[in-house]
């Protein structure tokens, strides 16, 4: 699994189009205060989507169908995979999920929201990247 990425997030969207994110709590040391896509950090012998569906129960008690990979951010820190739901799957319904870890919270957004200005740095770096039809990006 040396292929595998450190990292693994999911771009959610519900039926209406609008994104599905977690706001961090102020206290968290990456993006504190900020929205950014549900995921994270993988663990050891596990493949990235084993991760992503592992991080998404545990974060929003939801449970993903089919994934596709859809973006690679290169950071300092590793390499994260990004995700959407496949085969016309949709995200959480606003009030059919909440945060499963103290401190987060679900935040609908739509697309010409001004919410998306709270959206954390790599994560604007890859939804600013897929509009322009990218699939990779490095940060530094």
């Not at 089919?66 to 590793?78: A, C, D, M, N, Y």
């Not at 799957?89 to 999920?97: D, R």
């Not at 790599?122 to 039809?133: F, M, T």
Request: with cysteine; proline share 4%.
């Amino acid at each position: 699994m040396s292929n595998e990425p450190r990292y693994c997030c999911a771009i959610l969207m519900d039926s209406r189009g609008r994104y599905v994110f977690e706001r961090r709590p102020q206290n968290e040391a990456d993006a504190p205060g900020m929205l950014t896509c549900f995921g994270g950090g993988r663990e050891e012998r596990e493949d990235a989507e084993s991760c992503l569906r592992r991080e998404l129960r545990e974060e929003l008690g939801f449970v993903a169908g089919e994934l596709e990979r859809v973006f690679t951010l290169r950071t300092p820190r590793g390499e994260a995979w990004f995700y959407r739901l496949a085969g016309g799957e949709t995200g959480p319904e606003e009030g059919t999920v909440r945060a499963l870890e103290a401190g987060f919270e679900v935040v609908w957004v739509d697309s010409a929201s001004e919410l998306l200005k709270e959206v954390g740095a790599w994560h604007r770096v890859v939804l600013d990247g897929l509009a322009r039809g990218e699939h990779q990006a490095t940060v530094a």
